[in-house]
């Protein structure tokens, strides 16, 4: 290592003790790829600050051993625009904190990701110690919603189940922005199979502004925000929000781009990894064995193997989106609530000291992973 080397190597520690680990690895992807995110002088900041927001005197005062008060507001602001710090205005004050590389960094690259950068993402996000550490989060930092038009008028549906009580709830401000999984997947070569829009993820609030003050995405009025939902469930794209009651963001997911979905497929119990309210049930007595729902299920829960070729939801798989439901021609598929369906931390802020509470050790992480593989091998 060397000596430029070691500032990285500190911060990588730092951000490994926040809500969401950020492990090292061996063949130096991890510094590689912080390298991409910090400067040298943004790193050294950056040990001031933890995942929980911070006003900005604070962040001088802890600071000033090494840096005037005007570089820090520099240093903030560059990190900031690069994405690899988080932002929130309360009361006319800025507050700064960490962001995990997922969700977070990675997603924060939705203006412009250069393939350099995706390339040193890749190669850190698919080695096994940050699966392990991505793996163990608890409770997870994303959950998924079903589409409107699944769910029936004899559900009690809570406020945090239904995306349009969540935008008509949220005080805004409203912006649109470009999918990054989407995106990378199209600089590669491998545009998705699901739709040609970009701009399919949304973001409400403290995030919306967060957004916006970048200049990563466009600003928009209830109406439309509703008009990009109805699109992207017609599309047949999953809804994501983050894990709380008061998410401020939601990914629309297909399962060609999204890493999210492509985890989810991997796993062979993606719901012991995943929040959901849900899951679908076929009726096979009316099933007409069309396959229409196979084809709309984005992480592989439904197949035509019942006793006369009918669809089948494997339960373990499903993830409760409510896409194979309204486009079943003989109404055969209904979703039902989970036993297990637990109630979300309040708002984000809220679910990162969850994670946080909840982190295993180093040992537990990995017979949480070694018990993975061996359900993949079963």
Not at 48 to 56: M, N
């Amino acid at each position: 290592m060397t000596d430029s080397d070691t500032i990285y190597r500190i911060l990588q520690q730092h951000l490994d003790d926040q809500a969401v680990g950020f492990p090292s690895i061996k063949t130096g992807a991890d510094i590689r790829l912080l390298k991409r995110l910090f400067t040298p002088d943004e790193a050294k900041l950056a040990l001031h600050l933890t995942y929980q927001p911070a006003h900005r005197d604070l962040i001088i005062d802890r600071a000033a051993a090494g840096f005037s008060a005007a570089q820090t507001d520099s240093l903030l602001e560059s990190m900031f625009q690069r994405g690899a710090l988080g932002w929130k205005e309360r009361a006319g004050a800025s507050y700064w904190y960490l962001l995990p590389l997922l969700i977070g960094m990675y997603e924060a690259q939705d203006g412009n990701p250069s393939l350099e950068f995706l390339y040193d993402a890749d190669a850190y996000m698919k080695t096994l110690s940050f699966g392990k550490s991505f793996l163990s989060v608890k409770p997870s930092q994303m959950r998924t919603i079903p589409i409107n038009k699944s769910i029936s008028v004899e559900h009690h549906v809570a406020t945090y189940d239904s995306i349009r009580a969540l935008v008509k709830e949220s005080s805004g401000p409203y912006a649109v922005l470009p999918c990054i999984c989407r995106k990378s997947s199209a600089m590669r070569n491998r545009p998705c199979a699901k739709t040609s829009r970009d701009e399919t993820c949304l973001a409400f609030g403290d995030m919306a502004a967060m957004v916006l003050r970048r200049g990563h995405g466009r600003e928009l009025d209830r109406e439309v925000v509703m008009a990009i939902l109805e699109k992207n469930e017609e599309d047949g794209l999953v809804l994501q929000p983050a894990n709380a009651q008061q998410p401020e963001f939601v990914c629309s997911c297909c399962g060609c781009c999204c890493g999210m979905l492509a985890y989810q497929k991997f796993l062979r119990r993606p719901v012991d990894f995943w929040a959901s309210t849900y899951s679908a049930e076929v009726t096979a007595a009316t099933c007409v064995h069309c396959g229409t729902c196979a084809e709309r299920c984005q992480v592989g829960a439904i197949s035509l193997s019942g006793p006369g070729g009918e669809a089948m939801v494997n339960r373990s798989r499903c993830i409760g989106c409510g896409l194979c439901v309204p486009t079943c021609p003989s109404q055969s598929i209904k979703l039902l609530q989970n036993p297990s369906a637990t109630v979300p931390p309040r708002n984000e802020e809220a679910l990162c000291d969850e994670i946080k509470a909840n982190r295993p050790g180093a040992a537990e992480q990995w017979k949480i992973l070694v018990k993975t593989a061996l359900k993949l091998k079963q």
